[in-house]
């Protein structure tokens, strides 16, 4: 192409003369506009976006799930294993692992030792009373 048709074919503003060319620009344009009307109907979707966002969340979910499920069959057979292999260096390890978690977070223990003395202070009341009958 020379100069002169490459001036001619486009005006030297850019537009071009051709009518192929223009051809072929519109097509180009109407393309990039649908896709654009297609990115823009797509963001503004509420309800498509919303039941993505729940599908990703449920998704996740039983990701996470199935993997806490799993690590618990691991966790437990480890432990039936240790149990077996060495029963008082399990229990002490439980035991060590029971105080701890009671230094960590101690209101659920303090509630816990409450309503067991709760539970035999009723226990002993109800003996009694049955022993009068």
Do not use: C, F
Request: aromatic share 4%; hydrophobic share 45%; no cysteine.
């Amino acid at each position: 192409m020379t100069a002169t048709n490459s001036t001619n074919m486009y005006n030297g503003h850019g537009a071009p003369v051709d009518p192929e060319a223009l051809r072929q620009e519109i097509a180009r344009t109407r393309a990039s506009l649908g896709e654009t009307v297609e990115a823009l109907a797509a963001k503004a979707d509420v309800k498509a976006r919303a039941q993505e966002a729940v599908h990703n969340s449920v998704a996740t979910a039983r990701l996470r799930m199935r993997e806490g499920v799993e690590q618990m069959a691991v966790n437990a057979a480890y432990a039936r294993r240790e149990l077996r292999m060495h029963p008082r260096q399990a229990l002490g390890n439980s035991m060590r692992r029971l105080l701890d978690s009671a230094r960590e977070r101690p209101a659920p223990w303090v509630v816990a030792s409450g309503l067991l003395v709760l539970a035999a202070l009723v226990a002993y009341r109800n003996s009694d009373r049955k022993g009068q009958w």
